[in-house]
């Protein structure tokens, strides 16, 4: 079975720019849902789809990031514009479905590295 | 609100000794609780999860972990370290009645095994 994947894997930008990473989840996961991990902490949830709906955002600063999941399946998250703090990296998760409780473990992408200049 | 701790940002243990990586937990109602295993350059891995029934829970590799309810802990175990379990463990907790899957997860803890 295929895993999550992401790309880029890394990217390096100045502040003020935009930058888009892209997500394609494990086939048949209905839930998909991007993290920002900074250095030293835990992932911190972004936004959560089910579908192409959003479950959560609360904690998505939506001044600058924007996130869709058009047709269900694979996602984009973008920046615009980029502030120094923005670096860290951007992790992908996918699970089967919200409904069938949240027992489900959350499968993971590789990530894609961000560093703002 | 759901929160988790893990007391140590690094733990040291020698090849073939028990190893154990701490975890208290905060939330409303009851958990579901988690961990990850993070290898350099690379996503989480999920090891075991704790949703009901038995306290003591097996994972992957050799890994468990123990629900303890009054203690709101849930330590991680392995009863011999291999130099290869070194790596970035994450816990983390859902609390069930919260809508959504949302995860809340703990900075980490370096596990350092060595020969």
């Known amino acids: 079975e295929a895993g999550v994947a992401q790309s880029p894997r890394y990217k390096i930008i100045e502040k003020r720019q935009s930058v888009a990473f892209w997500c394609n989840p494990i086939?048949?996961?209905?839930?998909l849902y991007w993290y920002q991990q900074i250095l030293g902490q835990g992932p911190k949830l972004l936004i959560q789809?089910?579908?192409?709906?959003?479950?959560?955002d609360s904690q998505l600063p939506k001044d600058r990031f924007s996130a869709e999941r058009l047709k269900g399946v694979d996602s984009t998250l973008k920046i615009q514009p980029a502030k120094l703090e923005d670096s860290a990296v951007y992790l992908c998760a996918s699970s089967l479905g919200l409904l069938a409780s949240g027992s489900n473990e959350q499968f993971f992408g590789p990530g894609t590295r961000l560093t703002v200049l | 609100a759901q929160s988790v701790a893990q007391p140590e940002d690094q733990v040291n243990v020698a090849e073939g000794n028990p190893l154990t990586v701490k975890c208290t937990y905060s939330v409303s109602g009851n958990p579901y609780l988690f961990w990850y295993v993070q290898y350099p350059n690379r996503g989480l891995q999920f090891l075991l999860k704790?949703?009901?029934?038995?306290?003591l829970v097996k994972g992957s590799y050799g890994f468990e972990a123990e629900f303890n309810k009054s203690q709101t802990s849930f330590h991680l175990k392995k009863p011999s370290a291999l130099v290869s379990d070194s790596a970035l463990y994450f816990c983390?907790?859902?609390?069930?009645?919260?809508?959504?899957?949302?995860?809340?997860f703990g900075a980490g803890t370096i596990l350092r095994v060595k020969s």
């Open positions: 983390a907790v859902r609390d069930v009645r919260e809508y959504g899957n949302k995860l809340v």
């Open positions: 789809f089910q579908n192409n709906g959003v479950v959560d």
């Open positions: 086939s048949g996961h209905a839930t």
């Open positions: 704790y949703i009901t029934g038995d306290n």
